[in-house]
């Protein structure tokens, strides 16, 4: 994205864009969602970085060891370094089930799963083809996650998948979160409890896990709660990349000390970060990252001139949450304004109505791929979807 914004407005004969990635795929990470339901194959998900990369920037596909800030330096993994003027740390965030004492162990990938990695919902999507059955737990481990929501998509959506098969009736389904409701706002959390209700699926609030018990299959939480379960779907602890503690500025999850305004980092004034990898305190959502590389453009244009910094980034998050049986909800929200009720993108007219599930939000949510592959990473501009949020339309009180 940045790439493609930044090469209309830098000269070619001043500078050189260079991206540096290890992998040579690019993964549409919200369709991790619905590969362990066979609704989406491993090809829908998954293509080669090369084929986004802008004419005139050069691709260098390599593992990163460490950033030395003071020598505008970035040392590889081979032992060679790159020199630079201006650097965008767009590393994004893992997952990381070692930060919880059992969860990596004897049970994982038999009954111990994560979908958060292709490799992990892969794994799953082969369990849940031929599962009999079972105390089903849908945990999160600790915030602040990867798209905050998809947890609670995994549940609705196995709500669906289960009956679908005619076998909902032996999957007793439990949402185990560490918050205390089901999710971080509470307009949102009130409807979204009211789903969970309906579809018949448990919650366990304020379960701050201590560690899987692998013989005895059950989590345990800090105040000694103990959770059995048959199969346990899990969102491990997300960090950012381990070149942040390497290199001495990572906070306590390898995520980058960022200005939640402007992007730019606060280890160096040459360093801005994008996406997943900063520490501010939006979602981490690609649709996040689209509207920061907008206001990210500008201010590297603003850096690069010597002129003072926009303080416009908002924290504008905007998310579809599958609901199960052809449903989905859309929330709209920034740093101030919570997700409310309204009409999207239009005021008064839609057509998509926010907090209410609906067959036109999910078919928003099937073309949110389309929408990533072919305008996202392109840095194209969503027509009247502005990167900061618009008020209009929502019902604030
Ligand atoms: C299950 C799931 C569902 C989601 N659903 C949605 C959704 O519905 N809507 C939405 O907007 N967002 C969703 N997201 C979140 C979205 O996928 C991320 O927010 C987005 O991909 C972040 O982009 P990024 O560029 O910051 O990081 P990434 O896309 O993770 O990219 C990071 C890149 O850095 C590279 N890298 C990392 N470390 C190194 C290193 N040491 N050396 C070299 N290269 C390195 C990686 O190879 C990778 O290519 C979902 C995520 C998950 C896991």
Redesign the pocket.
């Known amino acids: 994205m940045m790439a493609n914004h930044l090469k209309h407005h830098l000269k070619k004969e001043d500078w050189s864009i260079v991206i540096?990635?290890?992998?040579e795929e690019?993964?549409?990470?919200?369709g991790?969602?619905f590969l362990p339901f066979d609704m989406y194959t491993p090809d829908d998900i998954i293509k080669p970085?090369k084929e986004f990369i802008p004419k005139g920037v050069e691709l260098i596909t390599?593992?990163?060891?460490r950033i030395a800030p003071d020598e505008n330096l970035v040392n590889m993994?081979d032992g060679t370094t790159i020199s630079y003027d201006i650097l965008i740390i767009?590393?994004?965030?893992?997952i990381a089930p070692e930060e919880v004492e059992g969860m990596k162990g004897a049970e994982w990938q038999k009954s111990v799963f994560d979908?958060?990695t292709f490799e992990g919902?892969l794994a799953l999507r082969n369990k849940l083809r031929d599962w009999e059955g079972g105390k089903l737990l849908v945990h999160i481990t600790e915030m602040p996650i990867?798209?905050p929501?998809?947890p609670l998509e995994f549940t609705f959506l196995a709500d669906s998948f289960f009956r679908h098969k005619e076998m909902r009736d032996k999957v007793e389904i439990t949402f185990v979160t560490p918050l205390s409701g089901a999710f971080t706002k509470p307009k949102a959390t009130e409807t979204l409890e009211h789903l969970l209700v309906d579809k018949n699926i448990k919650i366990e609030s304020d379960f701050a896990i201590e560690h899987v018990d692998n013989e005895n299959k059950t989590i345990v939480d800090y105040g000694g709660r103990v959770l059995p379960f048959d199969l346990l779907v899990t969102v491990p602890t997300n960090k950012g990349?381990?070149?942040m503690e390497r290199s001495g500025f990572g906070d306590d999850l390898n995520y980058v000390p960022t200005d939640k305004a402007t992007l730019q980092s606060k280890v160096k004034p040459n360093i801005f970060v994008?996406?997943?990898?900063s520490n501010i305190p939006a979602s981490?959502?690609?649709?996040?990252?689209h509207f920061e590389a907008e206001i990210l453009t500008t201010n590297i244009l603003h850096f690069i001139n010597g002129e003072p910094l926009n303080e416009t980034f908002d924290g504008h998050?905007?998310?579809?949450i599958e609901t199960g049986n052809g449903k989905a909800l859309l929330i709209d929200f920034n740093y101030t304004h919570e997700p409310v009720e309204g009409t999207f993108p239009f005021p008064g007219v839609g057509p998509l109505r926010l907090l209410k599930e609906s067959r036109m939000n999910h078919m928003g949510?099937l073309a949110?791929r389309w929408v990533y592959w072919n305008m996202l990473l392109k840095g194209t501009h969503i027509p009247f979807v502005s990167a900061e949020m618009k008020e209009a339309g929502k019902q604030y009180e």
Do not use: M, W
Not at 20 to 23: Q, V
Not at 284 to 289: E, F, Q
């Open positions: 540096i990635d290890e992998r690019h993964h549409y990470q919200p991790y969602l970085i390599a593992k990163i060891d993994a767009a590393t994004g965030a893992k979908f958060y919902a990867k798209c929501v998809a990349d381990a070149i994008i996406g997943d990898a981490k959502a690609g649709s996040v990252a998050a905007n998310c579809f949510k949110f």
